[in-house]
């Protein structure tokens, strides 16, 4: 097959019940070169990215392929024209090898001895782009970076000259990022065109070269990222500046407010996920869990907040144990929870504004009666929340789930901490969210800190952990590698411990 020279998307429109999510959009790319696609959450960067992979069909306007009009309309079809995409959340089969998980997506298969002619392909094909992945290891036992290349491989097996990367170093190690930016350019010296979709400014100014911005479903500007700064980027990206290194005051510590003691915590398999881990939280204190995903942060978030139970050791808030309490009553003992997955979670997605922002509240006399709601009192709360937590809705009456990720995620942390709890417990709180909407829930996580809650935040974002944290843990297969004060001169080192190569 021709090795595709451009690709063109023009004059491209599509609404969902009459909102548009992309108006009159005109995008191009080469060749040899490398795209960022930047925009706010709910800008409709993913929903013009599904319209080039075959997921939607446009209302209006056309693909074309060096010059030539294309109709895709399926992931099969975009496949067949060289178009490939890796998600940001992988679409592998956990109990597979990489390389069946690769034979399955590969168009030309043998049908005798598949296994044996893939993996000889596959072999020639990751010495090429320098690729190092067991392929005999099943998805699950594979690192997040091993399982990216699988995913990349699965594309460039089938014959993609156009790669689509949605937020693709969200779950990478320091390592790993560096080796994928490696990979990256190696494609691009192959004549491969890549589609980067990232909120972070420094993967942007760093890989590519040309960025296109979008804002409520148009494009507000294109660049020459050699032209542009990190603030003139995110200038354009939500029309004003951004603070990037937000000031995190000295405060005293205080007297502690979480102990967890010698904890152990199973996995879902049996196993244990969490291995004697022992720690502490202060009042006015925002203690840090760095670590890639999938080493016992969500088992041990879950242990505190009641959704899990332990399997040895003591969970305190205050003077009181509440090892293995029920969720219910762990939040009406001050714990809040930011939870990782904010719409399977976090939220009820077909409730209203109004209903989601008092879950969890909705029995206690400041919003029922004894029998009844109060509806008048839970839409002014909404109203406050939405108002004070600047979240945009052109109502509190819609459902939920027509809010973009960053306005949810706002919903959920304005309910959860507008009580003032003791313990605030935040997984990946900004986790897929706009500069825009990070610099603001940063800002409401200092100013709880400042007001003297605790918080426990989860986060692979080394940055966002060593911006607002004062002390970090850094947790490798369930065990921490060691504790680190935020000016700790070992934190130049975190990377190692979060790959399990070094314990301090």
Sequence with gaps: MKKIAQLEMVGISKSFHGIPANDDIHLSINSGEILGLLGENGAGKTTLMNILYGLYQPDAGEIRIDGKPIKIRSPQESINAGIGMVHQHFMLIQPYSAVENIALSYQHTPLIFPQKKIRENVLAFSKKFNFDIDLNKQVWQLSAGEQQRVEIIKALFNGADLLILDEPTSVLTPQEIEELFVILNRMKQEGHMIILISHKLDEIMELCDRVTVLQKGRIVGNAETENMDKKALARMMIGRDVIFNIKREELPKSEKVLKIDKLVVNGDKGFPMVNDITFDIHKNEIFGIAGVSGNGQRELVEAITGLRKTESG???????????????????????HVPEERIKFGIAPGLYLYENAILKQHHSKKFSSRLFLTYNEIKA??????????????????????????????????????????????????????????????????QRRKEGGAILLVSEDLEEVSELCDRIAVIFQGAFMGILEADDPNIKDIGMMMAGSLRI
Aim: glycine fraction near 8%.
């Design 314 to 336: 003591r969970i305190q808030i205050g003077e009181t144990e509440i090892t293995n309490w029920s969720p219910h009553k762990i939040y009406n003992h001050g714990v809040s």
């Design 381 to 446: 709360h909404t109203r406050k929340l939405v108002k004070n937590f600047k979240v945009q809705t052109p109502s509190i009456n819609m459902q939920t789930k027509n809010l973009s990720g960053g306005n949810i995620q706002k919903l959920i942390l304005g309910r959860e901490i507008d009580g003032k709890p003791p313990l605030l417990v935040a997984s990946h709180p900004t986790y897929g969210l706009d500069v825009g909407a990070t610099e603001y829930l940063r800002k409401q996580l200092l």
